[in-house]
């Protein structure tokens, strides 16, 4: 895209959403102020010069949780698809009772799940280590802690 054509576009942009902030991406990277959140002021090329923007800080609520008692497969899917609308990421070692000999590794990253075998070495005690990401105030930590100690084989977790 030409110099004058990436100026129309960022006009047509400024007319229409004039507090949102563009940048340009110049050999396919991306600026840093997009990678990683901090509290330094950031510029947008839609606004007028000498105008500042201040970036405020994303922040996440984290939970972990540990369980001597293996887990059953299908009341874990329900549980990770009863929070996964405000979870952003989830991993952790998991033993299921329907394969007590092979721990997995779960893996959830936006609405996308894995399962894998877990890495060589990785013990089966606990049966279960997990952390939740989510943000700052969007997980029930306590309901999301009951559900999974109610998805083990020994409710009591």
Excluded: N
């Excluded at 299921?96 to 590794?105: D, G, K």
């Excluded at 877990?118 to 089966?124: D, E, H, L, R």
Aim: charged share 25%; glycine share 6%.
């Amino acid at each position: 895209v030409s110099v004058s054509e990436r100026a129309q576009i960022r006009a047509r942009i400024r007319e229409s959403k004039a507090d949102h902030a563009v940048y340009d991406m110049r050999d396919g990277s991306l600026p840093r102020e997009l990678l990683f959140a901090d509290r330094s002021p950031m510029r947008s090329s839609t606004r007028a010069p000498g105008r500042v923007q201040e970036k405020a800080p994303s922040t996440f609520q984290t939970v972990s949780w540990t369980s001597q008692s293996p887990l059953v497969m299908a009341s874990f899917q329900r549980v990770v698809a009863q929070y996964a609308h405000v979870l952003i990421r989830a991993k952790g070692f998991v033993t299921f009772s329907e394969r007590a000999s092979e721990p997995v590794l779960f893996q959830l990253v936006g609405t996308r799940a894995t399962v894998a075998p877990a890495p060589t070495g990785q013990t089966k005690d606990p049966a279960a280590q997990l952390v939740f990401i989510a943000k700052e105030g969007t997980l029930d930590e306590d309901g999301l802690k009951a559900a999974l100690a109610r998805s083990c084989v020994d409710p009591q977790g």
